[in-house]
Structures are given as C-alpha cells and as structure tokens.
C-alpha cells in the first residue's frame, strides 16, 4: 500500500473507533446513575462503619452533569473496546511479521485478562480504602465528599492497579525479546518484592494491613509466574542453540 493507501485505511479505522465509542458513550449514559450507585457505596457504609454523617457533595450547578458525562465516556470506553481494539489491529497487524503477530496476539490474550483481574482485586480494597482514610476524621466532624473528586481517586486507584497486574507481561516480552533472561529475574527478586510492597502500600495506605496483603500478594505470584515463563523459555533457547552448534560442528 502507498502512504496515500495507508492515510485513508487509517482514516477509515479510526472513524469505526470513533463511532464505537459514541455509541458505547450513549449506553454509558443510561448506565451511569447504576455505576455511580455502586461507586459511592463505600461512601454510605462509612455511616454505619464510623457512626458519622457521610454524604456526596456537589459543589457547582453543573457538577452533577459534568460528573455523570465523565461516567458515561469512561463507561463507553470499556463497554466499546472489543470495536476500537479491533480497529487498532486491524490496521496495524498486516504490517507486522509472523513472531510478531504472535508476540502482539500473546500479549493480549494475557495482558487484558490480568488488567480486568487488577482492576477488580482495586474494586474488593476500595472500600477499606475509603474506610481508612476517612477515619482519620474526627468522630464529631462530618464527611462531605467532593462527587468528582472522589470518581478521580476510584479510577486511578482501580487502574494504578490494573497496570500493576500487568507488569509481569513486560518482563516476559522484554525477556522473549533478549533484553533480560530468567537469571536476572529471579536474581532481583528481593528488590521486586520491596517495589511490589511499597505500591501496595501507597495504593492502599499502610494502615490497612490486609488490603495491602489482598493486592501483593497476587503481584508477587505473577512476578514469580513471569520468571517461571522466562525460565522456560530460555531453557528452550539454550537447546536450540546447543543443537545448532553440534549440526554446524559436523
């Protein structure tokens, strides 16, 4: 294809993209006051957890708006990506070897299923997250909670730990890629716990011991889970190049 060829091609990709994703926008809106019910639940709880008035607050006219409109993209965006995914591939994959296309395929298939794992392992700490930090509180004072910024910190806090979950996918790419091997993996494994511990830590504050556990612990297990990959693959690289030094020995 000429450039001409691949500029309309990726102009036609990206207008099926943009169309997913308006119509995955329309469906978010009708799903928004459903998500957003489930979101500020922890909000509620804290009444019964701490015996204290805790409430959502909006503090401009068109904060409600603006909050449930940034619901609905967010919730586009999900319930559309099997189209935009699609389109991004589809433009790119013709243009890419066979190991490639296996490399990109198996990323995939990995990547996206521990992205939804992490975002759902943020989704069981999120209470006690918002547990722990509004108990530092007054029991006396009331908790007035900014809607936006509250959605602000449940999104980053969910997806900070989705790409968390898929980390270990990286070092097993950088390692199928030559870049690190198996030995160096497990030989920096005392550092990566340390990493893995601090994330944790800051993601769910230190004080809440057990939610820092539920989230480093699955982390550790992929790291080790990588390693045992690279491993493998590594020992399987070894026999290919032992056997290609003995066929061009004779």
Known sequence: MSLGQHLIELRKRLYLAAA???????????????VWDQLREPI?????AQHRNAQINYPDITSAFDLKLKISLYVGLIV??????YQVFAFLVPGLTRTEKKYTFGFLL????????????????????????TSFAPTEDSAFINAQGYFD????????????????VFIVLLNFAGVI????????????????????????????????????????MLYFAAYG????????????VLAFEKEFAL
């Open 181 to 220: 091997s198996a030995a160096s993996i497990i030989k920096s494994w005392r550092i990566a716990i340390l990493v893995i511990v601090l994330f944790t830590a800051i993601a769910t504050p230190a004080a809440d011991v057990v939610s820092m556990f539920l989230l480093a612990i699955p982390m550790v």
């Open 44 to 48: 509620y709880a804290i009444i019964n």
């Open 110 to 133: 990995t990547a996206i299923p521990l992205f939804l794992a992490g975002c759902a392992a943020g989704w069981v700490v999120l209470p006690h997250v918002v547990e722990l930090m």
């Open 229 to 240: 990959i690279a491993w493998l693959h590594d020992r399987r690289a070894a026999k290919k």
């Open 80 to 85: 559309s990506s099997p189209v935009w995914l």
């Open 153 to 168: 910190f449940v999104l980053k806090l969910v997806v900070a730990i989705g790409i968390a979950f898929v980390l270990p």
């Open 20 to 34: 997913g994703l308006l119509i995955g926008a329309v469906a978010g809106w009708f799903l928004s006051d459903f």
